[in-house]
């Protein structure tokens, strides 16, 4: 008797021809269902009707025979979800571009930001497609962009103070660009990359920054003549 | 000899008046308010009640500040006679016998007349400075050049200008304000397109009639900006770039946003989004309401707003109490270094010398400070 008929002849049962027992079989086409969406472990009990065990141990088994994977869903990361290698995860469920592994990619948005950053700086004024453009050209991505997604990065950027949108007024460095049209340029003075905005008048002094300012009275325990951050502000200065 | 010392007080007097002129066209002073206001009785009718107007009257002392106050017309008025001019014709007139009481009187009158008060123009101050902060945001903002677009135009419009808020400058032909701009220092070389474009990147409104265009600068706009900027620094100081993100979207939003929707437009994790709100949240910068809804899948919401207005007076509180604070901490330093304060110069050598060159520095970076925190006070208090 050759080893291949013994093989068959071990089989345990229920099992089918990619070696899947039937609970295996049952979670496997619950998780396939999903797509890209993927499927929580208590959705699939519940689809499946097996009890939490069978369907831990099936979860396991499938992981094990590379059938399908874990996936961080951005909406909620405490639940384990559960994807068929198949399929990657849908923005729903990783958050889009700008999220690795249920995180947001802080390095990924920081470069896209100075690469805009440097095509403004290049351009003076441009154009939400001007910067489009100018990343697709580039070829750094490893994605092509959406306009969305550089809508995000532009809005982001403003909020930052490190760019300004403006309306096309048509005339000047505007001349290329139909009036009203919204552009962007590179704001003048400090943004917070360059080390914060400009600092107001209340900012510059502890007092700006005090989280006991409410506390603070001119003879109590914490006032201006005994404040150590008033101390070490002014011990600094020289 | 005393008629030399006569010509040198009349020169002086001269100059004392010419002077005076200069700061009242400047209007730097005014006449001051009526002493004896007079105000018109409440209304009453038949049954003796007071009668109640549709519009609600200011209280009292407004109403006497009102009727104290000079007509716009006279605030200014410098009555340019001369006193020796005077005095020549009244011995040159006949004095007719039967005229003697009346002229008396009239003599009386026109002193009573020439008895001008007159007191510093605190508001003409305020306003110059308001001008001058708007003008250094725009060139903190946008640049020298539009600075001087700018203050070409509230050169322009003050005369119009009136009470100390005016929100808006008059509308003004892109002439008159080409020939402000090249009359100031940089403004020379400015072309009447650099003019128009920089007239477009302050936001000007613009008005065309016929061959003429006119503009007009929202000033109360600019104010803003430089107060929502202030607060932001503040944020910034306090609770770190992240929260400043927060803050300036809610800013720019001006309405209710909820938490998810502030983490997916800022970069900022939801964890650290909810985290910032709450700090924020904790110590008055925003308001929160919590919704709660049965249909969605999602039924808790937490939606997040700045009330700009009660903020303002939070910070414009704080920065009095900082004001008081850098006050306090002034005479301290004084007071920790009185005895080196006293000593004559030639006898500051070594410790004595270092602790009084301390205590010179630390009290110009604080009074320093002081008068930049007055300045964003005023922005807040005046402007």
């Known amino acids: 008797m050759s080893r291949s008929n013994a093989n068959l002849k071990r089989r345990r049962p229920g099992t089918d021809e990619s070696g899947l027992i039937d609970s295996e079989r049952a979670v496997l086409n619950s998780i396939k269902s999903k797509g890209n969406m993927g499927i929580w472990t208590r959705d699939i009990k519940l689809e499946t009707n097996l009890t939490d065990p069978v369907v831990s141990k099936s979860v396991k088994s499938l992981m094990a025979k590379n059938l399908i994977k874990e996936v961080v869903n951005i909406q909620n990361k405490g639940k384990k979800h559960y994807m068929s290698v198949e399929f990657e995860p849908s923005k729903e469920i990783s958050g889009g571009e700008w999220y690795s592994n249920g995180a947001l990619d802080k390095e990924l948005i920081k470069a896209v930001q100075d690469m805009c950053l440097r095509f403004l700086r290049a351009q003076k004024v441009t154009t939400i497609e001007g910067v489009h453009n100018d990343l697709k050209k580039s070829r750094v991505l490893t994605f092509e962009p959406s306009r969305e997604q550089v809508v995000d990065i532009l809005n982001s950027m403003v909020l930052d103070n490190n760019i300004i949108e403006v309306k096309s007024s048509g005339l000047g460095d505007y001349h290329s660009i139909p009036i009203g049209t919204v552009c962007y340029r590179v704001a003048s003075g400090a943004g917070v990359a360059k080390g914060g905005p400009k600092k107001g008048g209340f900012a510059s002094i502890p007092c700006g920054a005090c989280p006991r300012i409410s506390v603070c009275t001119p003879d109590g325990p914490i006032s201006p003549a005994t404040c150590v951050y008033y101390t070490k502000w002014l011990n600094v200065e020289f | ?383």
């Open chain 2, 1 to 383: 000899m005393i008629a030399g010392y006569a010509d040198i007080e009349g020169s002086s007097e001269n100059v004392g008046r010419e002077s005076f002129t200069k700061l009242v066209n400047a209007r730097f002073v005014e006449h001051c308010p009526a002493p004896d206001p007079h105000l018109e009785p409440p209304v009453v009718d038949e049954k003796g009640k007071k009668k109640k107007t549709q519009v609600e009257e200011p209280p009292l002392d407004q109403r006497v500040l009102a009727a104290a106050a000079p007509m716009e017309s006279m605030r200014f008025f410098l009555e340019m006679d001369d006193h020796s001019e005077e005095k020549g014709n009244e011995t040159t007139t006949s004095v007719r016998s039967g005229q003697k009481r009346k002229q008396d009187e009239g003599e009386l009158d026109a002193d009573k007349k020439k008895e001008v008060l007159w007191r510093v123009n605190v508001e003409e101050f305020l306003r110059r400075l308001r001008h001058k902060a708007c003008i250094a945001h725009v060139k903190s903002k946008i640049n020298e050049e539009a600075a001087i677009v700018l203050s070409a135009m509230l050169e322009l419009s003050k005369q119009s200008e009136s009470g100390l808020k005016a929100e808006k400058s008059e509308y003004l032909s892109i002439n008159a304000i080409y020939d402000e701009v090249i009359k100031k220092e940089g403004g020379l070389g400015m072309d009447f397109e650099r003019v128009r474009s920089l007239l477009d990147q302050l936001g000007c409104e613009t008005l065309s009639t016929g061959m003429d265009e006119s503009y007009c600068i929202d000033i109360k706009e600019i104010i803003e900006l430089s107060q929502n900027e202030e607060v932001e620094s503040l944020v910034m100081r306090r609770y770190g770039p992240e929260a400043y993100r927060i803050y300036r979207l809610l800013s720019k939003a001006g309405r209710l946003m909820e938490t998810e929707k502030i983490s997916d437009s800022t970069f900022v994790e939801k964890k650290a989004t909810i985290a910032i709100l709450y700090k924020l949240w904790k110590d008055d910068f925003l308001q929160m309401e919590h919704v709660k809804t049965s249909t969605a899948k999602q039924s808790d919401f937490r939606l997040w707003t700045i009330n700009k207005e009660q903020l303002q007076k939070q910070v414009l509180n704080e920065m009095y109490h900082a004001a008081l604070n850098l006050k306090l901490r002034i005479a301290h330093e004084k007071d920790q270094a009185k005895e080196v304060i006293k000593l004559p110069k030639d006898k500051l050598v070594g410790e004595s010398n270092t602790k009084y060159v301390r205590w010179a520095n630390v009290t110009r970076i604080l009074e320093s400070c002081l008068m930049d925190l007055d300045d964003a006070i005023m922005l807040f208090h005046h402007f």
